[in-house]
C-alpha cells in the first residue's frame, strides 16, 4: 500500500514537473513528448534516440564481448584480444559506447548526472535479459540486482558482491 502511495506521488511530482520543465532528449536535445514516457521508454532519451543504443548480440569476441557483424563459422576472438591472456573466462559488452549510449555515459561520469542512472540501469538490464533469456532481474526502477559471487585469483572461496539492497540466494 505504501509503494502504492509513493509511486503515485512520484508520478504526480514528475508530471507537474514535465509540465514546468518539459524534459528534452539529452542526445538530440528535441523535446520529449508525454506519450514517449509511458512503459519501455527512457526518462532522458527521446524514442528515435534509445532505437539508436546498440545491444550486443552473438556472435561477439569471447574476451572483450566487441561483436562481430556478419555471419561467423565457430567461435573467434578479435584482432583487438588475440595476444591477451586475461584473467577471466569471458567478457561481454552490453552497449556499443557510441551515441545516445555515449552521451549518457558522459552526463553520468562528467557531468556528476545522477540523475541517468535509472536510464543506465534500464538499458543494462535490456542488454542482460538479451544476452541471458533466463535471467531474471529483480529490483525497482533505477535500480536492479543480480547475484555474482567474486572468487579471488588463488582462492577457493569467495564473497556476495551484490548491491546491500539485495539478498543473494548463494
Not at 130 to 146: L, N, S
Request: charged share 25%.
Amino acid at each position: 500500500e505504501e509503494l502504492r502511495e509513493v509511486a503515485a506521488l512520484r508520478s504526480l511530482a514528475d508530471g507537474v514537473g514535465d509540465v514546468v520543465f518539459p524534459r528534452g532528449c539529452l542526445h538530440c536535445q528535441e523535446l520529449i513528448e508525454p506519450a514517449e514516457s509511458d512503459a519501455g521508454a527512457l526518462r532522458h532519451l527521446c524514442r528515435r534516440c534509445t532505437s539508436l543504443i546498440e545491444i550486443v548480440r552473438p556472435p561477439h569476441c569471447p574476451t572483450c564481448g566487441h561483436p562481430f557483424y556478419g555471419e561467423l563459422a565457430g567461435e573467434r576472438i578479435c584482432p583487438h584480444c588475440e595476444n591477451l591472456r586475461p584473467e577471466f573466462g569471458e567478457g561481454r559488452t552490453a552497449v556499443l559506447f557510441k551515441g545516445p549510449a555515449r552521451t549518457l555515459v558522459i552526463e553520468f561520469k562528467y557531468h556528476g548526472g545522477l540523475y541517468v542512472l535509472e536510464d543506465l540501469t534500464e538499458i543494462f538490464r535490456r542488454a542482460l535479459e538479451t544476452a541471458y533469456p533466463e535471467a531474471e532481474t529483480i529490483g525497482f526502477a533505477g535500480f536492479f540486482g543480480f547475484p555474482i559471487e567474486y572468487v579471488p585469483i588463488g582462492h577457493t572461496k569467495g564473497g556476495a558482491q551484490c548491491p546491500v539492497l539485495l539478498k543473494p540466494a548463494f
